[in-house]
């Protein structure tokens, strides 16, 4: 193929890249962007494939295969719910991926001659090899934490900083080795063991309510270890997409830095919610003791009969009981029966940008109805009933009160200004930040003590009687 028709080609698949994330700014366009970044890369993927001439096509044909049958059967058996984690695992991927191929073409480079070895290569190669293993590891063990095979808690550990600038100098001095002695592979695959063990020892010590925040910079890492890879294969296309990713994981990682009212290095070193208050006990007992009022479904329904506006608040609770569906036909009665219904949404609910938008969104509510923090705040002062669906430190009103606790200062919704709270929640329990939420002992606040999906599920008969 000529040197122009390749160049043109990349050129419309980075316009679809660019045209692709526009569209997915917005929940209305999202199909349509993401219809647009797949055809451009699949005009990038034929072009560099033939321009290549490569040899064993059937290789790639049989991996095309496996490919599309594993994600096939990813895309039908994951549920919504399950979301966070499988992003987590498509970074991994990414980074596992940028890590084979610059190593492969660092080995091919030095197998043919000397000559082929330039300065480019190399450094790219050592920066590929570092980011991509960084995100590899760190990505699987976000995706432990999602999935409950470890803990969601921090883990700390005595001396964990200092045991990090270590392992952060010794990687760079194993890619600094690999850019000088080219001609030593021990160097790169040392170099991918102990960038593999940071990523690891990083991602460890920070907290489930953090994981938006991590996924998010992840992603970005992805990308930005995709880029390195392309200067290592010259191929612009990857340089250009690896960008276009790197740079939208940096910009969604600082929006929910800025929605928890946090910096990134509070989130990575931070800690929080590493000793979690107990309901039973220290403070929690002077935050609840005598003040929790709860209620059944029955109650809870003759209060929403005389209720002219409702807003619901989703959280991980909704997610984990997948409750959407329901929440979805709890909705559909109210307004039904002449009720105005919204759903005031956090920006970091959830376990990853979104979680709470792709939730709903699968379960066909309007997007009309799906109101920003900024958009929502102002009117739970004319809400009649605002009903809480497993969210905890996002509504949790020391974050305005308490200027020395782990949240103070987070943007949250201000629930407790409606007129009446209902808590969906299985329990007292705290949220990821530790602490005891006063919401729950509030005067306009009831508790209602069950599974999100059985607890909406008996508000829906209760209603209907």
């Not at 000397?114 to 590899?136: C, K, P, W």
């Not at 006063?438 to 999100?452: E, I, S, V």
Request: charged share 10%.
């Amino acid at each position: 193929m000529s040197t122009s028709l390749i160049n043109l080609a990349y050129l419309v698949a980075s316009a679809l890249f660019i045209l692709g994330l526009k569209g997915l700014s917005h929940p209305r366009t999202a199909v349509r962007g993401n219809l647009m970044g797949a055809l451009g890369m699949l005009i990038a993927v034929v072009v560099t494939l033939l321009n290549q001439e490569i040899i064993g096509f059937g290789g790639i044909l049989v991996g095309l295969a496996l490919g599309s049958i594993v994600g096939a059967v990813l895309a039908v058996r994951i549920p919504m719910t399950a979301m966070p984690q499988l992003v987590a695992v498509l970074n991994g991927f990414g980074g596992g991926a940028s890590i084979l191929v610059a190593g492969a073409a660092l080995i091919e480079a030095v197998g043919l001659t000397e000559r082929d070895v330039t300065s480019q290569l190399t450094i790219a190669t050592a920066v590929s090899g570092l980011i991509g293993a960084v995100t590899l590891s760190g990505s699987f063990v976000a995706f432990a934490k999602l999935q409950e095979l470890i803990s969601g808690n921090p883990i700390l550990f005595p001396g964990r900083h200092a045991v990090n600038l270590v392992l952060l100098l010794a990687t760079i001095a194993l890619a600094a080795a690999v850019a000088v002695y080219p001609d030593q592979p021990l160097a790169y695959w040392g170099l991918v063991i102990v960038a593999s063990t940071l990523g690891v020892l990083a991602v460890i010590p920070i907290g489930g309510a953090d994981m938006p925040v991590v996924i998010a910079l992840l992603n970005s890492y992805s990308g930005l270890a995709a880029c390195a890879t392309g200067f290592v294969l010259n191929n612009t296309m990857l340089i250009i997409a690896g960008s276009l990713v790197g740079a939208s994981g940096l910009i969604l990682t600082r929006i929910m830095c800025d929605a928890m009212n946090r910096s990134l290095t509070n989130v990575l070193f931070g800690g929080v919610g590493a000793v979690a208050a107990q309901p039973g006990g220290g403070k929690g007992d002077d935050v609840y003791a005598g003040r929790v009022k709860s209620a059944g479904s029955e109650e809870i329904a003759m209060i929403l009969e005389i209720a002219q506006r409702v807003m619901i608040v989703p959280g991980y609770g909704l997610a984990v009981s997948q409750a959407q569906h329901s929440v979805r036909d709890l909705a559909n009665l109210l307004e039904s029966r002449g009720v105005r219904v919204d759903f005031a949404i956090h920006p970091v609910a959830g376990r990853m940008p979104g979680h709470m938008n792709v939730l709903l969104a699968e379960a066909d509510i309007p997007y009309e109805k799906l109101l920003t923090m900024d958009e929502a705040n102002p009117q739970f002062e004319q809400t009649d009933v605002a009903i809480v669906i497993g969210a905890n430190d996002v509504v949790n009103p020391d974050a305005r009160t308490d200027p020395t606790g782990p949240i103070a200062g987070m943007p949250i919704l201000d629930v407790d200004k409606a007129r009446t709270v209902i808590v969906v929640k299985r329990s007292l329990s705290p949220g990821f930040a530790g602490i005891p939420n006063p919401l729950f002992a509030a005067d306009n606040t009831l508790m209602y003590f069950a599974d999100g999906k059985k607890a909406l599920v008996d508000l829906i008969a209760a209603l209907q009687s």
